[in-house]
């Protein structure tokens, strides 16, 4: 038995097929074949049942499953138990969104490397509900991103580490126009609605009972805030306090009755194999966001 063929086993069980585990993993579809075979071979039993068009786990599939995760969990700890009791000693992936990546986790990161230099953080960007799937998935230990709006996957938990609000932007001389006018009379630029962001958006939009006249929609945030910056629609976006700081010249109006605003919270699995490294970047953010905001 390996622990090559564990991880390949709970990816299938994440994945559900063998080439999809195969690419998270790195491996061949065939050679996925080959680790489940050593572990049939090894506890003689069936893990899967291949009859149907996606491979399903047998009665004894689900109790070696389970069992890995906590051998892998066990496993995937030792470099933590090894660090002595104030630094970190291992690797820690993480997604984050734009506003995190442009607002306070720069400095936090840079605060975790002082303190801990034998901790490698490793970070992806991404969108909000893409960030939750790959921790879902085990491709990453945790994500900052928006609070969860469903559905999400169920087998994750967060924690809150600060907030952004969201604005209405407009070109520079429409200053003297109020939101409703900015809305309803410019193009909108709207912010992908399969994002969380997005999807907050659209809500709020609807309770106004303000209709948009939409003409683009895009999944960046800085593109979009361009966009209003060139002069060609009106758009909503939520922006950190240090990105309020570094705007192009456009007009901005509080939007939402009150001012909606989003938590960006820490997502992890229910597991949290990696919690005392998530703890110091937690940490660090918090930490990093009060000085912005001070």
């Given at each position: 038995?390996?622990?090559?063929?564990?991880?390949?086993?709970?990816?299938?069980?994440?994945?559900r097929?063998?080439?999809?585990?195969?690419?998270?993993i790195?491996?061949?579809?065939?050679?996925?074949?080959l680790?489940?075979?050593?572990?049939?071979?090894e506890?003689?039993?069936?893990?899967?049942?291949?009859?149907?068009?996606?491979?399903?786990l047998t009665?004894?599939?689900?109790?070696?499953?389970a069992?890995a995760?906590?051998?892998?969990?066990?496993?995937?700890?030792?470099?933590?138990?090894?660090?002595?009791?104030c630094?970190?000693?291992?690797?820690?992936?993480?997604?984050?969104?734009?506003?995190?990546?442009?607002?306070?986790?720069?400095?936090?990161?840079?605060?975790?490397?002082?303190?801990h230099?034998?901790?490698?953080?490793?970070?992806?960007?991404?969108?909000?509900?893409?960030?939750?799937?790959?921790?879902?998935?085990?491709?990453?230990?945790?994500?900052?991103?928006?609070?969860?709006?469903r559905?999400?996957?169920?087998?994750?938990?967060?924690?809150?580490?600060?907030?952004?609000?969201f604005?209405?932007l407009?070109?520079?001389?429409?200053?003297?126009?109020?939101?409703?006018?900015?809305?309803?009379?410019?193009?909108?630029?709207r912010?992908?609605?399969?994002?969380?962001?997005?999807r907050m958006i659209?809500s709020e939009?609807?309770?106004?009972?303000?209709?948009?006249?939409?003409?683009?929609?895009?999944?960046?945030?800085?593109?979009?805030?361009?966009?209003?910056?060139?002069?060609?629609g009106?758009?909503?976006?939520?922006l950190?306090?240090?990105?309020?700081?570094?705007?192009?010249?456009?007009?901005?109006?509080?939007?939402?009755?009150?001012q909606?605003?989003?938590?960006v919270?820490?997502?992890?699995?229910?597991?949290?194999?990696?919690?005392?490294?998530?703890?110091?970047?937690a940490?660090?953010?918090?930490?990093?966001?009060?000085?912005?905001?001070?």
């Open positions: 038995m390996s622990l090559r063929a564990l991880r390949t086993l709970v990816a299938i069980a994440r994945h097929t063998f080439a999809r585990a195969g690419e998270a790195g491996l061949t579809q065939s050679a996925v074949s680790q489940v075979k050593s572990l049939e071979e506890f003689n039993v069936r893990l899967f049942d291949r009859s149907r068009r996606e491979p399903a009665e004894a599939g689900r109790i070696v499953l069992q995760e906590q051998i892998l969990a066990l496993y995937d700890r030792i470099p933590d138990a090894l660090s002595d009791e630094a970190l000693v291992g690797r820690l992936r993480i997604g984050a969104i734009q506003t995190a990546l442009s607002g306070p986790l720069p400095n936090a990161l840079l605060a975790l490397r002082t303190a230099p034998g901790l490698r953080v490793h970070v992806a960007a991404g969108m909000s509900a893409e960030l939750a799937q790959r921790v879902a998935d085990g491709e990453l230990d945790a994500a900052i991103t928006s609070h969860p709006v559905p999400h996957p169920a087998e994750l938990v967060w924690s809150t580490l600060y907030e952004d609000r604005w209405l407009a070109p520079a001389q429409y200053a003297e126009h109020d939101a409703r006018a900015l809305l309803t009379e410019l193009p909108f630029i912010f992908d609605a399969q994002a969380w962001a997005g659209a939009l609807r309770r106004l009972g303000v209709k948009v006249r939409e003409e683009m929609v895009l999944d960046n945030k800085d593109t979009i805030v361009r966009m209003v910056a060139s002069g060609l009106a758009a909503v976006v939520a950190s306090d240090s990105e309020l700081t570094q705007l192009p010249p456009v007009t901005r109006l509080p939007f939402g009755q009150p909606l605003h989003r938590a919270v820490l997502l992890e699995h229910q597991s949290r194999a990696s919690q005392r490294f998530t703890q110091a970047l940490d660090a953010v918090v930490a990093s966001a009060m000085r912005i905001s001070h």
